[in-house]
């Protein structure tokens, strides 16, 4: 089955740099790569997604990469704000088929931003 | 939030006792989804729903059974708590021509 990895587990970082974290997944058949955003004790919210036939996606502040060939894909935050701080889990599957829509998450980032 | 509740919200039990924690939405979405959510292991899938009574299994299913006798409605049952199963759990639901889960608000389960 697909397995993803998600680097660093935490990551600290002061008001208005800039934050990267990176994902990697085992199947190539996965075609689907969201990117989750949970607040302490909230629920995990989708902030951003990216499909195989796309290499690059933005909104506002924050943008995805996706590399097919290394299988690997990356979420970018931009001039970070504290209330960026938060969880965020990257994951990956397949859309359509007999896949049912199903998700491997990896095992998250806590991003702290300092004011 | 996507018209979706989980119940109840927080529950303690102990070891040994059966415990079934539901997941409705309001949505009419197909798909369904359970996830536990531990440190370090980020949410890992137990078992899943592609329709009224067709559900299947996940990545951690052993100790949990499902069951959705309703489009609305999906049960998650430990039929003999083990503190490994203390956790929270999370449901999800997708449409049948979306790509996007959203996610109910959680369980908090602690068993003793």
């Known amino acids: 089955g697909e397995n993803v990895e998600q680097h660093p587990s935490t990551l600290s970082v002061q008001e208005g740099d800039s934050a990267v974290i990176k994902c990697t997944y085992s199947?190539?058949?996965?075609?689907?790569f969201p990117w989750y955003k949970q607040e302490l004790g909230k629920r995990p919210q989708l902030i951003i997604d990216?499909?195989?036939?796309?290499g690059e996606k933005k909104d506002q502040r924050i943008a995805v990469t996706l590399n097919k060939t290394a299988k690997h894909f990356s979420l970018h935050i931009t001039e970070t704000q504290p209330e960026d701080s938060a969880v965020y889990f990257c994951?990956?599957?397949?859309?359509?088929?007999?896949?049912?829509?199903?998700?491997?998450f990896g095992q998250g980032t806590i991003l702290t931003v300092h004011p | 939030d996507a018209g979706i509740t989980q119940s109840p919200r927080h529950k303690v039990t102990e070891t040994g006792t059966p415990v079934t924690l539901r997941c409705h939405q309001t949505e009419n979405h197909r798909y369904m989804y359970w996830y536990r959510q531990d440190p370090g292991h980020g949410l890992r899938l137990i078992h899943y729903?592609?329709?009224?009574?067709?559900?299947d299994k996940g990545e951690v299913s052993d100790g949990y059974s499902v069951s959705r006798s309703k489009t609305e409605d999906f049960l998650l049952t430990l039929e003999s708590a083990t503190s490994s199963q203390t956790s929270v759990y999370f449901c999800?639901?997708?449409?049948?021509?979306?790509?996007?889960?959203?996610f109910g608000p959680g369980t908090r389960l602690l068993v003793l």
């Open positions: 994951a990956a599957g397949s859309a359509g088929g007999t896949s049912y829509g199903k998700l491997t």
């Open positions: 999800a639901i997708k449409g049948a021509n979306q790509e996007t889960q959203y």
């Open positions: 729903s592609y329709g009224v009574k067709d559900t």
């Open positions: 199947d190539s058949a996965s075609n689907y």
């Open positions: 990216i499909r195989s036939n796309v």
